[in-house]
């Protein structure tokens, strides 16, 4: 039995993608459900690059043969899905699902350099675009096409941003790599802010406004008048 039409198998089966993790802990499951057979056994610790040269041999054969339909991995899943020359009859089938509306050309610019800039800050986005970005993020984050992946080290801790799988399945992709190049994006430069200033190596960072306050109270610091000697006992200087 050939680990091919194995993966096959699992994938005709399956309700959703399967990433390579997921075959493969399918195939080391399959000895629990089989009793002695040493064919199953076989199968149980197959390596990852195993997988994929059987997958990438499926999607060929598939290809080769001319099926009405093909395997193809994207956002790092793998799943048959048909050709599109048979769109009309699938779509008299199952009908026509709502699909959100096209993004507009500005958004399309916005998303392409966080996909080939990211991680990246809202304002390095402006700085590259010419233009507020406020409206045009806020419509990628509510379709799921970007996310916030964390903050910055520099003044402010502005959040960064990614693309998320959602947007390798928007497009058809099976990873970042496949973006097609566009090396003029890439090489755009933008200038960053400054370091956050710190109080001392392995201390949080002292914020801004902090700093600022702390110097003007060190100017106008005066030194506090002496203490008042206190008299002898037994003086008095009541009259």
Not at 27 to 36: M, R, T
Request: glycine share 6%.
């Amino acid at each position: 039995m050939e680990l091919k039409f194995i993966l096959e198998a699992l994938l005709f089966s399956a309700q959703k993608p399967l990433s390579t993790k997921e075959m493969r802990e399918a195939l080391a499951s399959a000895v629990e459900h089989a009793e002695n057979d040493d064919t199953v056994r076989a199968f149980k610790k197959t390596k990852e690059e195993d997988v994929l040269e059987a997958l990438d041999q499926l999607a060929r054969d598939h290809e080769q043969a001319g099926r009405s339909y093909r395997l193809v991995c994207v956002a790092g899943s793998w799943q048959f899905v048909t050709q599109p020359e048979y769109a009309p009859w699938l779509k008299a089938l199952i009908g026509v699902r709502a699909r959100p509306p096209r993004l507009s050309q500005p958004a399309l610019e916005t998303l392409a350099i966080i996909a080939y800039r990211q991680p990246i800050t809202r304002a390095e986005i402006e700085q590259i675009r010419g233009v507020n970005v406020d409206g045009t993020m806020q419509t990628l984050l509510e379709r799921g096409l970007v996310e916030q992946s964390g903050r910055a080290e520099v003044v402010g801790r502005p959040a960064l941003y990614v693309t998320t799988p959602l947007f390798l399945e928007y497009f058809g992709l099976r990873s970042l790599e496949d973006l097609p190049a566009a090396d003029e994006l890439r090489r755009i430069v933008v200038e960053k802010p400054p370091a956050p200033v710190t109080a001392d190596a392995g201390l949080a960072t002292t914020p801004p406004e902090q700093l600022t306050l702390a110097q003007a109270e060190g100017a106008q610091e005066e030194p506090a008048p002496a203490a008042e000697t206190a008299p002898p006992a037994g003086d008095s200087r009541n009259p």
